[in-house]
């Protein structure tokens, strides 16, 4: 198998969470309006990167025997390697917001395919329906992965009932190193726009907050 040309992932994930707010997604937007600005988002991200960008290409899945859409799939070309095929499959991000699918959606990231198409990095955006949740994914991803040995970025999203909000967890899969994760907060602002920041600043704010009303009171 060639050798792996693995992104810096998490750090993608940091730029997801800044600039979730520039995506504009309004509360009053449906979920496909929301699905298609974060793959649009990534689309943009992969072209200033200098890769080739394509929403809903497609790959061979062998244990399906028949060709399988991928959100968004980014290539390397280098005509210095080769005149006529790409170099490689530099990611392939799937985004799902309903977590009735979320075996599917790791069906996607991690089908046996042809090499030519195994991906270097995987980001998979994943709705699910709670945190206890996101740990039966991982212990399938890491099986999953042993063979395909890619850079895998997953984030999960879940709702806080209490808080009014979506919890945001992000897990670094990559082969050679040890799991790193990074949490953060979707919420809305006063406008209804949908927006991110990590877990530490909305504690923070949160904080801040009780510290005032207390000092009011």
Same mark, same amino acid.
């Given at each position: ?17 800044? =600039?979730?707010?520039?995506? =504009? ?82 069906? +996607?990231?991690?089908? +046996? ?30 099986? #999953? ?21 979506? #919890? ?5 899969? =990559? ?23 990590? +877990? ?16 009011? =009171?």
């Amino acid at each position: 198998m060639a050798k792996k040309h693995y992104l810096d992932l998490m750090q993608f994930f940091e730029g997801y969470v800044r =600039n979730y707010r520039r995506l =504009n997604i309004n509360e009053n937007h449906n979920l496909s309006m929301m699905t298609n600005r974060e793959i649009e988002y990534f689309a943009n991200l992969g072209e200033m990167l200098g890769f080739d960008s394509f929403v809903e290409d497609s790959k061979f899945d062998k244990s399906k025997n028949r060709s399988r859409p991928m959100d968004l799939a980014w290539w390397k070309w280098d005509l210095r390697n080769d005149k006529e095929y790409y170099d490689h499959l530099a990611l392939h991000l799937e985004r799902e917001n309903l977590s009735n699918k979320d075996m599917d959606t790791i069906d +996607k990231l991690f089908s +046996k395919t042809e090499e030519g198409y195994i991906p270097h990095n995987v980001i998979g955006i994943q709705t699910v329906s709670s945190k206890g949740r996101t740990e039966q994914m991982n212990n399938l991803i890491e099986k #999953r992965n042993t063979y395909q040995q890619s850079n895998v970025l997953m984030v999960y999203r879940y709702c806080d009932v209490e808080k009014d909000l979506e #919890r945001v967890s992000a897990y670094l899969f =990559n082969p050679k190193k040890p799991v790193i994760e990074r949490h953060a907060v979707c919420t809305r602002d006063n406008f209804g726009y949908w927006f991110m920041c990590f +877990k530490e600043e909305y504690e923070q704010y949160e904080a801040d907050k009780a510290k005032k009303e207390v000092q009011l =009171n």
